[in-house]
């Protein structure tokens, strides 16, 4: 069952997503050659708590972090570590909070000094697709409009979408109902309504959409080494259209 917010929880859904907003765009201010994915790790938890909000992803299945890093080939559940960023590296950072009882949950991917054009590419198309798919969640819609929608800009961009993992529907629980495939035919599913919100998170990979997860039991990659980016939000739907509620000023 989807659960539709009041106005009243989307004002709270709105604080936890603002926390999440600030701590992404910290995370692009701290990173730099040489900063491990731990020291990132830290920042964010601290400013988390800061802000009088929990870290939603420790303690999570047992993750064991505030944040999830994601470098290069990484494409999501990367752990933070000792690992030191590198010129050339792209990191995928996702931030989850819960304050008040309600969730925020985002990602963006960053450059790490200079790019090669390709990295710049899947970056930019990433962002792109989850800024397209916004557009398209109006009231009247269905929910497979917007999977629709992420697939057919990634791939007429050349890149293909990770099947694996999906978007979800967020609110007093960090993971509710529906389940947002990034893939699929248009026009099928749950009619989307005012009150509905949603975590879109396209995740994007160079080469082969398939992916595999480490040793580790979190860390998932791109079966044939190629890049992959990942962009999150979390969106309101209301009568007004959509409202990214994780909004800072990188996306
Ligand atoms: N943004 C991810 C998601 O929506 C975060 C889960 S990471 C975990 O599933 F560590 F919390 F599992
Ligand atoms: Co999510």
Redesign the pocket.
Known sequence: MIKLKSTREIKLMREAGKIVGEVLQEMENSINIGITTAMLNKIAEKLIRRYGAEP??LG??N?PASI?TSVNNEV??GIPGLRKLEEGDIISI?V?VRLKGYYG?A?ATFAVGKISPQARKLINVTRMSLQKTIEVMQAGKRLSDLSHAVQAYVEQNSFSIVRNYVG?GIGEE??EEPQVPNFGLPGHGPLLQPGIVL?I?PMVNAGTWEVKVLEDQWTVVTCDGSLSAHF?HTVALSENGPEVLTSSSLS
């Open positions: 939603a992803f999570y299945n993750y999830c999501v559940h996702d989850g949950d990602a979800h960090m993971h975590a998170e999150e």
